[in-house]
């Protein structure tokens, strides 16, 4: 990962600039070769062929009449949108033979179709016909087209055999459930809701080293951000209604997060370990060289996430716990509040987030005193004008333990929480 480290803006300059037109001829249809701008407009990126070039409107019906389920995108000006193939005209005829079309077609134009690319919204024609008796019924017209129904009276929905075979390996090599596995497709699908904000990567001029800490999270845009969201006047409002513009915060471990002692930093780096969920790596442990092992007295009955600490449970860890902090209301991950605990619920090691959390009865005690020897990192922002300690509801779901280099569990743990903040924003509405 060293050795391939020093590319990463190569390899991320390629990966945009395959978003957008790249060096394809923008002038001409280079199947037609036709030059007028009414066709220029509506160009075409072929994104399951093999040929990534723009084609013409035309030319795009012509390549895909028997490839009803290759995703196609537009360019509208200033990105490719995807579009559905049933929109420039493909029509599915089955019950006939390729090429041919029914003479007296029933047709759905609003049939779904899963396959192993997504879920496509195709116009089908079911035959209906003289020929019909030989066609079969609608059902037996697309099993022999290799779509099964997904029921035999008035089928509107099918999938092909071959998402069902796809689905049948995985299930049975990794356990996937045909919930989790319906859903990734539905995400493959469309993972952006309606409309999804431009994120830091779609912005060519910056570079990896351009990256601010904490700049590639996903942010909840639902919680109140002064000058984002908030009244010009909000610090004047009624102390009543001060409650609107407090940041509710939520926060616990999971002990299921463990990592080994196996690998290292060296053999395995994080590539931006401090750009989104985790906090910097350099600072935190360099912080850490200073704490040693606590006398935690607990003053509050049944805290058993205490009891770890400087205990048996962390001998050969490397991690013993993840703990960090999302929003109470919204349940996103907040930037840079995720830190790998090496002897349970360290109250000074969660000192380095400046938060509450279920056990703030123990942790908020010294926390004022214990502040004023904290990282200059931490120290930014501190004192707030107003800070509540409360114990929140919601805990972190339980997470597969698995055993990995530091760089690569942070990776895999930035990406997950990334996904989770990703489907919180899509889902919250307008």
Not at 76 to 84: L, V, Y
Not at 127 to 152: D, M, V
Request: include cysteine; charged fraction near 20%.
């Amino acid at each position: 990962m060293r050795q391939w480290a020093p590319y990463r803006n190569e390899y991320l300059a390629e990966m945009l600039r395959a978003e957008g037109r790249g060096d394809r001829n923008k002038n001409f249809c280079y199947a037609c070769g036709c030059l007028d701008q009414e066709h220029a407009l509506v160009f075409c990126c072929i994104s399951e062929c093999f040929s990534k070039d723009l084609v013409c409107e035309e030319c795009c019906r012509k390549h895909h009449w028997n490839r009803p389920l290759d995703i196609v995108e537009r360019w509208n000006g200033s990105f490719f949108e995807r579009i559905a193939l049933r929109d420039i005209g493909i029509v599915v005829q089955i019950g006939h033979c390729p090429g041919k079309t029914c003479l007296s077609p029933s047709t759905y134009k609003d049939f779904i179709v899963i396959h192993t690319n997504g879920l496509h919204r195709v116009h089908v024609a079911f035959c209906n016909c003289f020929n019909k008796y030989s066609a079969g019924e609608r059902k037996t017209q697309l099993l022999r087209w290799q779509w099964y129904p997904a029921t035999h009276l008035e089928p509107q929905t099918a999938a092909t055999f071959e998402v069902l075979n796809h689905f049948h390996l995985l299930t049975l090599q990794g356990k996937v459930t045909a919930y989790d596995y319906y859903a990734g497709l539905e995400k493959l699908s469309n993972n952006v809701g309606e409309k999804g904000p431009v994120g830091q990567g779609n912005n060519s001029h910056r570079l990896v080293a351009d990256t601010k800490s904490g700049e590639l999270a996903v942010q909840c845009i639902a919680c109140p951000k002064p000058g984002v969201n908030l009244p010009d006047d909000w610090q004047q409002a009624d102390k009543k209604f001060f409650f609107k513009y407090f940041l509710y915060l939520a926060e616990d471990c999971c002990f299921c997060l463990k990592r080994r002692l196996v690998s290292s930093e060296v053999r395995d780096p994080g590539l931006g370990t401090g750009s989104s969920y985790f906090v910097e790596d350099e600072p935190y442990q360099e912080f850490l060289k200073g704490v040693t092992d606590q006398h935690e007295m607990s003053t509050c009955t049944g805290l058993a996430a205490l009891d770890h600490t400087n205990t048996k449970f962390s001998q050969g860890y490397a991690t013993t716990s993840v703990g960090l902090s999302v929003c109470a209301c919204h349940e996103f991950v907040m930037p840079n509040s995720v830190v790998d605990l090496q002897k349970g619920e360290r109250y000074m090691i969660f000192k380095f987030l400046v938060q509450s959390y279920d056990i703030v009865c123990q942790w908020s005690r010294n926390l004022c005193q214990h502040m004023k020897s904290m990282p200059a990192l931490v120290k930014e922002n501190w004192p707030p004008k107003s800070l509540l300690f409360v114990v929140p509801k919601m805990h972190l779901p339980r997470h597969i333990r698995s055993y990995m280099g530091p760089g690569n569990r942070h990776e895999v743990l930035n990406d997950h929480f990334g996904h989770w903040s990703w489907r919180k924003l899509t889902g919250l509405g307008a």
